[in-house]
């Protein structure tokens, strides 16, 4: 449980963000996730979940352009957002490069601008400069770059200040992350008088 804007005593509801849905298995790795969320009394939501009955309607096609096909995509996962109290976001580094999947950094983006709560977990957060693994030397200037003499952001940070500011990072899983999350919101609970949640059965 969470004590929400209004002062309600609810579960939070967590978009469970990132690029698992690509995997072979990852419908079967989001139904694990919202399982898991259970466990420590938060409401998941992964992104391809059906709508829930509220007031974010979903977007209807004109025709079946792919267009219009991803104008669909976009509209269901943003009310997924809308609809949320935090995001929990996959930002290990993508199949493509050292950077996150650029989905789920947009959305992370998008879930700090309206106010939720921003949790990340990766296998390893030490500072971007540290963990780079491409050719990286320092310049005349002792800054760090890459072997296009690129600065490599230096902030002790695992990624530009834009995620590394505003998201509270957790070496690990998700399962670590919603552990970090439900710490937070107990510690909020007993501030407030509340006892912690306690898992049913």
Partial sequence: MFVDKN???RRPVAYLAGPD???????????????????YGIDGIFPPDPAREDQYREYTPVDNSQEELEKKIFTHDMNQIYRSDMII????????????????AFECGAAWALGLRC????????PLVERFSGAKHQNLE??????????IEDRGLPYNLFLGVPFTFVQG??????KRARADFDRELAATGYPPYTPEG
């Fill in 7 to 9: 002062g309600v005593v």
């Fill in 21 to 39: 849905m690509f995997w072979p298995n990852g419908m079967e790795i989001g139904a694990g996730y919202v399982e898991l969320s259970h466990r």
């Fill in 89 to 104: 976001a996959n930002l290990n580094d993508f199949r493509r490069g050292q950077e996150p999947d650029s989905g789920t």
């Fill in 119 to 126: 949790y990340a977990f990766m296998e390893d957060i030490r």
């Fill in 142 to 151: 002792g800054r760090w770059v890459d072997g296009q003499s690129y600065l």
């Fill in 173 to 178: 899983t998700m399962e670590d992350a919603m």
